[in-house]
């Protein structure tokens, strides 16, 4: 059986972007009777690349390509060009079209190589674009994957976004990015930059007490509900005056507000769950309108932190808790952490994200990204 084919001319035009090469380009091929199969222009700097695939008469090549020498010696652009049959795609069942996407402060050429290997090893590039979005470097790859290797692929993937700390997704192409998604972040040195508690005692003048108990329980070497209730112990007797201070000490981590807003605009809901304390982050995170904040609750008897908590203390078990009631009849569920606390709602969601995290998390998440900006989680999610 014969394979469908068209005569089709191949043009690559390129130059400095002066003017308008788009408008040349088709001002050159608008006399001639083809149609358009594909095209795309980009742009690197001061720099054009524009490609098209056309598909042409043979009887007209010989006039196109006389046109064609005539805009390159002109000076303003050159188009290199090529006429041949070519061999129309066939409908292949036993493929299906993909899309990984990795975001990264920068990418250096061994990274890149490293993803290409393992991308091209299990499956066939389409083509594959890097371009800089706001503070970070995003890479697509589309492609062309076997069902039955793609759990091979992106179990590759995990351990390779583990490893170097850029954040790589896979998912079908037609995936859908709208709908009922939740995302459940927590709070201190992930949707914020500080640690509340290590803030607060800072305040008190107990920072390197509280700050070595702090770490040890990121590090999961301390049960963190112990190693709550003892920096909250060192805070008794102190002004309940402190709540106000601190929170004039907290800052968003970058693009948090952007992801806020970008998420709930494709109908997903955006939570938090922390192991730090309504009185200090209710206020501060009440314009973002989240749809869920779960916290600690400081006993403050008149006016003074007593050294107790009040209530149910919100560790691993109860984030993953939370997680679970919060994701009820949504179709996708992301948890973002940093550290140990973090490990069960992580290992929970359909999508776990160690952010800038501890290595005890970094193992159990499947991606891990180490660049400071929550922005870069969107195209990872498909937003």
Do not use: W
Not at 118 to 136: D, F
Not at 152 to 157: P, V
Not at 341 to 357: Q, R, Y
């Amino acid at each position: 059986m014969s394979v469908p084919t068209k005569y089709t001319g191949l043009l690559i035009a390129s130059g400095v972007h002066s003017g308008d090469p788009t408008k040349i380009v088709l001002e050159t091929l608008a006399p001639f009777s083809l149609a358009f199969l594909s095209s795309e222009i980009n742009y690197v700097r001061d720099r054009f690349i524009y490609t098209a695939l056309v598909e042409i008469s043979p009887d007209h090549t010989e006039a196109l390509g006389e046109d064609l020498d005539r805009v390159s010696s002109e000076g303003a652009i050159d188009i290199a060009y090529e006429f041949t049959a070519f061999a129309l795609p066939q409908a292949n069942q036993t493929l299906t079209a993909y899309e990984f996407v990795a975001t990264s402060g920068s990418f250096t050429p061994s990274q890149l190589l490293d993803i290409h290997e393992v991308i091209a090893g299990e499956a066939t590039v389409t083509s594959h674009k890097l371009e800089l979005e706001n503070s970070y470097s995003l890479l697509r790859y589309s492609l062309l994957l076997l069902e039955t290797n793609a759990a091979n692929l992106a179990s590759k993937i995990t351990e390779l976004s583990r490893s170097t700390g850029i954040g790589m997704t896979l998912r079908g192409r037609n995936s859908s990015s709208v709908g009922s998604d939740v995302i459940l972040f927590d709070m201190d040195s992930t949707f914020i930059n500080e640690e509340v508690i290590d803030q607060l005692a800072d305040l008190a003048g107990l920072g390197e007490k509280v700050a070595a108990i702090t770490e040890r329980a990121m590090q999961g070497e301390l049960d963190f509900a112990t190693s709550l209730k003892e920096r909250v112990k060192l805070l008794a007797g102190q002004p309940e005056s402190l709540l106000k201070d601190v929170q004039a000490r907290l800052s968003l981590t970058s693009g948090a507000a952007d992801f806020v807003v970008a998420a709930q605009a494709r109908g997903a809901k955006v939570g938090i769950v922390s192991g730090g304390f309504h009185d200090v982050i209710d206020q501060f995170l009440e314009p973002l309108h989240l749809d869920l904040v779960i916290a600690n609750k400081f006993e403050i008897i008149d006016g003074h932190f007593t050294g107790e908590v009040s209530g149910e203390i919100v560790d691993r078990s109860v984030k993953a808790r939370t997680l679970e009631e919060f994701a009820a009849g949504a179709r996708r569920s992301t948890s973002v952490g940093d550290g140990a606390n973090d490990i069960s709602m992580i290992e929970a969601a359909d999508i776990g994200i160690a952010f800038c995290a501890k290595p005890a998390l970094v193992d159990v998440a499947d991606l891990a990204i180490n660049h400071r900006d929550l922005r870069a989680l969107l195209p990872l999610l498909g937003f």
